[in-house]
C-alpha cells in the first residue's frame, strides 16, 4: 500500500495492467451491475444544473427514467448511486453502434458542458472508499474488465497510468506525482 495525503491507494494501482478496450467488451460496466454509478453529493446538483444539456444526448427511456426518479437514486445500502432503467444501464447511457457510451460525457465532449461525468465512472475500475479519516482507492475486479486486463497487458499499461487524468481530477496534480515518486521507489 501507498500513503498520500489522506488517501490509501492499493497496490493494484501499480502491479494490474489494464487498458479499456470498448471495442470487446461494449461498455458493460455502464450495463450490468447491481446498482448505479456512485455520486458523490455535490455532483447531483451540477448535474441537476447541466440537465437540460444532457437531455438531447440521451436514450427515450433514460429520460423516462430521469423525469420520473431524478437524477439520483439510492442503492441497497442508502449510497447516492445515477438511477438505472429496469434495472439495468445506467440512465446516462446511450448506445453507439451498439456500445454504451455516456451522455454526459458526450456532451461535455461537444463542448456544452464542463462536467466530463461522475468521477466514479472516470475512475473505473477504481473505487474510493470513504472513511472517516482517509479515503481506500482500490481496484475492483470485474469480469466484464477481463479484456481491459488483456489489453493492458499487451500494451504494459499500469492501472495508475491508465487512470492519470480522472485520478489527478479527483485528487490533484501534486498528489499525482507523489503517487509517481513513491511508485519509484
Known amino acids: 500500500m501507498i500513503v498520500i495525503d489522506n488517501t490509501i491507494i492499493s497496490d493494484n494501482l501499480l502491479n494490474i495492467r489494464f487498458m479499456c478496450d470498448l471495442s470487446k467488451c461494449k461498455g458493460a460496466c455502464c450495463v450490468e451491475g447491481d446498482a448505479g454509478a456512485p455520486l458523490e453529493e455535490e455532483e447531483i446538483s451540477i448535474i441537476e444544473d447541466i440537465q437540460d444539456d444532457i437531455k438531447p444526448y440521451m436514450s427515450e427511456k433514460g429520460l423516462e427514467v430521469i423525469e420520473k426518479t431524478g437524477v439520483f437514486d439510492y442503492d441497497s445500502d442508502g449510497n447516492l448511486v445515477t438511477p438505472l432503467i429496469n434495472n439495468c444501464e445506467c440512465a446516462f447511457v446511450v ?3 451498439g456500445i454504451a ?3 454526459i460525457e458526450n456532451a ?3 463542448g456544452l458542458i464542463k462536467f466530463q461525468k461522475p468521477i466514479s465512472c472516470h475512475l473505473y475500475p477504481v473505487r474510493i472508499t470513504k472513511h472517516e479519516t482517509y479515503e481506500a482507492v ?3 475486479k470485474w469480469q466484464v474488465c477481463s479484456k481491459a486486463l488483456e489489453c493492458g497487458s499487451e500494451q504494459n499499461v499500469p492501472l ?3 487512470l492519470k487524468e480522472p485520478l489527478i481530477r479527483k485528487y490533484g496534480e501534486s498528489w499525482f ?6 511508485i519509484r521507489k
Open 138 to 140: 482500490n481496484y475492483h
Open 95 to 97: 448506445f453507439e453502434s
Open 160 to 162: 495508475y497510468e491508465f
Open 101 to 103: 457510451m455516456c451522455a
Open 108 to 110: 461535455f465532449l461537444d
Open 177 to 182: 506525482d507523489k503517487l509517481k515518486k513513491d
